[in-house]
């Protein structure tokens, strides 16, 4: 049995003992029937979109991206969302209403917003902004690990909601991983915006992916609540 089996079984018990396409032509608002673009999309395949109008929903990220994307390529105040999938992209001219970029709080906050997609001198995709809201918070569907678990391609791309308790282990090239166990099972999380101890309890959001070695992994997590 691998350390990564062995510590899912361990996790799981300690789960039980404590925790029961893009929109061509000019702009308008975003209202009504709007079609949204997909981050991810804009990233994969940048030509297709270049110089076109796009709406999206997205993370706000402010200054700090989640993943390398490069130097900001317009301004030092570009600032950077995260898609669905977790795919960073740069945003340069309006800001959300209400949000800065230098402020944590305002980091990981839904918003839609209208704007262009152009590209660097090197192809890097990139959104010159027209309008951008912050969206009505709307809470992430809460399921139990194993509905991840029994159908891992039917939930990948989906943005949910866990709670359980979290682990730590390391793998066979001794590099440390997170895990978050419930009553159903356990799954890895990708990265922690911040480290909490062994056995906190966390409500958490995030987006379900695959891990190097095809088992479902969480990514883009965001934390609700942590409790000792």
């Given at each position: 049995m691998?350390?990564?089996?062995?510590?899912?079984?361990?996790?799981?018990?300690?789960?039980?003992?404590?925790?029961?396409?893009?929109?061509?032509?000019?702009?308008?608002?975003?209202?009504?029937?709007?079609?949204?673009?997909?981050?991810?999309?804009?990233?994969?395949?940048?030509?297709?979109?270049?110089?076109?109008?796009?709406?999206?929903?997205?993370?706000?990220l402010?200054?700090?991206?989640?993943?390398?994307?490069?130097?900001?390529?317009?301004?030092?105040?570009?600032?950077?969302?995260?898609?669905?999938?977790?795919?960073?992209?740069?945003?340069?001219?309006?800001?959300?209403?209400?949000l800065?970029?230098?402020?944590p709080?305002?980091?990981?906050?839904?918003?839609?917003?209208?704007?262009?997609?152009?590209?660097?001198?090197?192809?890097?995709?990139?959104?010159?902004?027209?309008?951008?809201?912050?969206?009505?918070?709307?809470?992430?569907?809460?399921?139990?690990?194993?509905?991840?678990?029994?159908?891992?391609?039917?939930?990948?791309?989906?943005?949910?909601?866990?709670?359980?308790?979290?682990?730590?282990?390391?793998?066979?090239?001794?590099?440390?991983?997170?895990?978050?166990?419930?009553?159903?099972?356990?799954?890895?999380?990708?990265?922690?915006?911040?480290?909490?101890?062994?056995?906190?309890?966390?409500?958490?959001?995030?987006?379900?992916?695959?891990?190097?070695?095809?088992?479902?992994?969480?990514?883009?997590?965001?934390?609700?609540?942590?409790?000792?």
């Amino acid at each position: 049995m691998s350390t990564r089996s062995r510590l899912f079984g361990l996790c799981l018990a300690a789960a039980l003992a404590c925790c029961a396409p893009a929109l061509a032509g000019e702009p308008s608002n975003l209202r009504g029937n709007t079609v949204f673009t997909a981050v991810g999309s804009i990233v994969r395949d940048p030509a297709t979109f270049k110089g076109s109008f796009i709406s999206l929903k997205a993370t706000f990220l402010g200054w700090k991206a989640d993943q390398d994307i490069g130097a900001p390529p317009v301004t030092r105040s570009d600032w950077i969302v995260r898609g669905e999938d977790g795919s960073n992209i740069y945003c340069t001219g309006r800001m959300p209403e209400g949000l800065r970029p230098s402020d944590p709080e305002a980091r990981g906050i839904r918003i839609s917003l209208l704007g262009q997609v152009m590209l660097t001198p090197e192809g890097k995709p990139f959104i010159i902004v027209s309008e951008a809201t912050p969206l009505v918070t709307e809470p992430e569907p809460m399921i139990a690990v194993s509905q991840i678990l029994f159908d891992p391609i039917g939930m990948k791309g989906r943005t949910i909601g866990l709670l359980g308790v979290l682990a730590k282990g390391f793998d066979q090239r001794g590099r440390r991983f997170y895990l978050l166990a419930d009553p159903t099972g356990a799954i890895t999380l990708d990265r922690l915006p911040k480290l909490y101890p062994r056995g906190t309890i966390l409500q958490i959001k995030g987006t379900v992916d695959h891990d190097e070695n095809g088992l479902p992994m969480l990514t883009g997590v965001e934390i609700v609540s942590a409790k000792p």
